[in-house]
Nanobody, 111 residues
Framework: QVQLVESGGGLVQPGGSLRLSCAFSGFTSRNYAMRWYRQAPGKEREWVSGITSAGSTAYTDSVKGRFTISRDNAKNTVYLQMNSLRPEDTAVYYC?????WGQGTQVTVSS
């Protein structure tokens, strides 16, 4: 059974940091690129970042230089380190692998 479980969200002040984790199981991670998406209230879900099985990374423009994606295949976990957070980063963040999705974790950036 495929599972992706996100954690690490919460409330943080502007300029703060959070690290999201996505623990996955039930599939061979080396066969999948792993991605993070987010969905803000009233908006469509958008792609944030991705990492291939070989470790190549990509980011949407709005998070470049602030977010870092990484993966630990031995631990079956993908991370999203988020620094210099802004109110517009507020959203539910989802982990994705192919057609599989996690349940999401809420990130709120507010003073």
């Amino acid at each position: 059974q495929v599972q992706l479980v996100e954690s690490g969200g919460g409330l943080v002040q502007p300029g703060g940091s959070l690290r999201l984790s996505c623990a996955f199981s039930g599939f061979t991670s080396r066969n999948y690129a792993m991605r993070w998406y987010r969905q803000a209230p009233g908006k469509e879900r958008e792609w944030v970042s991705g990492i291939t099985s070989a470790g190549s990374t990509a980011y949407t423009d709005s998070v470049k230089g602030r977010f870092t994606i990484s993966r630990d295949n031995a631990k079956n976990t993908v991370y999203l380190q988020m620094n210099s957070l802004r109110p517009e980063d507020t959203a539910v963040y989802y982990c994705n692998a192919g057609t599989y999705w996690g349940q999401g974790t809420q990130v709120t950036v507010s003073s």
